[in-house]
């Protein structure tokens, strides 16, 4: 079984940068997709982005394209989310989630395709 533990979130300002870390633990880390969700208060779950390790390709919702990238570091099994001009429309739950070697993510991630997940990092944006 997958233990994922992120971390990272804060508080920011509009216009500021954060990275979020996600290490993995437990397993032999025979994952493919892993991937970053987010939940506001009220709102749905929204996949933010995932990366294949098999092939490195990387996949964005369109609401953070540009200014977010997942990367990751299989030495260390830890995948990043460098989160860059942070808006006002970001803060949420941020939730690392890991699939098993048959997902290949070719898009914006859905949660119901991952199995194992994080407890959640919260980012909050404010000035």
């Known amino acids: 079984q997958v233990q994922l533990v992120e971390s990272g979130g804060g508080l920011v300002q509009p216009g500021d940068s954060l990275t979020l870390s996600c290490a993995a633990s437990?397993?032999?880390?025979?994952?493919?997709?892993i991937a970053w969700f987010r939940r506001a208060p009220g709102k749905e779950p929204e996949g933010v982005s995932c990366?294949?390790?098999?092939?490195?390709?990387?996949h964005y919702a369109d609401s953070v394209k540009g200014r977010f990238t997942i990367s990751g570091d299989n030495a260390r099994k830890t995948v990043y989310l460098q989160m860059n001009n942070l808006k006002v429309e970001d803060p949420a739950v941020y939730y690392c989630?890991?699939?098993?070697?048959?997902?290949?993510?070719?898009?914006?991630?859905?949660?119901?395709?991952?199995?194992?997940w994080g407890r959640g990092t919260q980012v909050t944006v404010s000035s």
């Open positions: 989630a890991a699939a098993g070697p048959m997902l290949y993510c070719d898009g914006p991630p859905t949660a119901a395709d991952f199995g194992s």
């Open positions: 437990g397993f032999s880390f025979d994952v493919n997709a």
């Open positions: 990366i294949n390790r098999s092939d490195g390709s990387r």
